[in-house]
């Protein structure tokens, strides 16, 4: 254990949730301090004043909080994740780290857990404090509590991030809002809990991508409500397809949901049945007929309309989007019709909305053309954790590849991704992982495991897809299964290890 001095009262003038009101002087306990939700909490914590902070973390030391920061933090440079850290743990009251970890939490008069605490093992004492009636708080709350303008929330299988950013680059071209902040789950920027507590005027909009492990940590919802799709997706940890819609509906059956859109081409995101009472529904379809009677964003003729009062408006012409593939354009038509729920502030800017989500481009690590050489185009798609993500990725790229993946297993059926194989993947290079064994099964099943080969580490399948890939092709980096990320990161990404095995690097220019 680390004890350090208690720091001096802080004349902080950050707004607090009601949660916390009171609790500036008791015991609060921050669960996996290196981690995105409790690294944030832990230093909103702090900045307001909170003087008895314990931060818990399974890492026995420095490094291996380093190493763990780096992870949740990917995208922030290095100098600010040290500086960022080095902050936070000078102004904790106390560390418990490895062996000590979670040592005295039931002393604490409110815990805050990362997302995914109940799936660790060494959680089982969470798991009883849970059960006993003990306070838990989560960063996803703390947002919608401390938010006092207009809150944007997404969630959905696929889709999300892409979606939320959208949303936040189109509301900030239209310049409706003061400000606009983008957050919730994201490991690749900063969060903006210390902005939003900042905010008297309530004038500004807060984007939140929702994951569904958020989603049983939220007691209220947002304003707006979205669900891009729901395809079968952790379904080990919710009992099955049920559960798992039952979670991506919370968003919209919470108290505090005003607005909710949803996906009229999902089958499944609009079977889950009607709406509450008081809720409005905006619907987003590839066409005018899939809205129904419901207003909000489809595609005629080439362009993308908004629908509103039965009047509509073109956004913009398709063809002028940067992003590709027929899943971003379901993004681009759900990050329209989240817009068109915001009213007149947007609807009467359709043109300027249009100009924002044309801009757009590829987020990181979503089939981003990363490196070309020996014409060989380079694609890192390191965020699709589901069979039917990177059947999408496959889809876009739209030609001949080498597909690196594998990962553990959320039980999801890889018959389809199989059938690629021998077809648009000519070589799967396929990383250790309980989820690889599965779809090497699939597989097996099929008699092409002749085009699987085996890599022990990422850096030998960066090295077997360059041997290979030939003129043409492509080189796709989208793993199908969770768990690649923390696997295979810490000697370093995919970016890192292609340029390090490349022998005559190029500009990089899209493909044509």
Partial sequence: MITSPQ???????????????????????????????GGEMARFLLAAGFSRVVGHDLRADREGLTSADRLAHAGLREDEREARLDTLLGGLWQTRLGPEYLTGIEESSLVVPTQGWFLQPANQLLQQLRSGGHPFYSLIQAYLDLSLGTVVGVTGTHGKSTTSALVAAALRSIEV?????????????????????????????????????????????????????ITPNHLDEHGGMDGYVACKRRIIDLPGCRVAVRNADDPVSIATGALPAGVQELRFSATQ?????????????????????????????????????EHNRANVRAAAAICCALGSKVWTKPERLGDGLTKFGTLSHRIQLIWQESGVDYYDDLSSTTPQSTLAAITTVGRKLVLICGGQDKGISFEELALEVGQSVGT????????????????????????VIRAESLEESVRVARDQARPGEAILLSPACPGFFTANYGQGGFRSMVRRSATSPRPRTPPA
């Fill in 7 to 37: 720091p001096a009262p802080n004349p902080s003038t950050l707004r607090l949730p009601p949660r916390l009101q009171g609790l500036r002087h008791r015991r609060i306990d921050v669960v996996g301090i290196a981690s995105v939700e």
């Fill in 177 to 229: 809002f003061p400000k606009v902040w983008l957050a919730g789950n994201d490991r690749h920027n900063q969060q903006a809990l210390e902005e939003v507590a900042r905010d008297t005027g309530g004038e500004g909009c807060l984007v939140l991508e929702i994951s569904n492990r958020q989603l049983l940590q939220m007691e209220t919802a947002p304003e707006i409500a979205a669900i891009t799709n």
């Fill in 289 to 325: 007929s899939g809205l129904g009677g419901f207003d909000g964003a489809f595609e005629k003729d080439g362009q993308l309309m908004m629908r509103r009062a039965q009047a509509s408006e073109v956004v913009l012409e398709l063809g002028m989007l940067r992003l590709r593939g």
């Fill in 428 to 451: 799967l290079v396929l990383l250790p992982g309980s989820g690889s064994e599965r779809i090497l099964e699939a597989i097996s099943a099929l008699g092409r495991t002749e085009r």
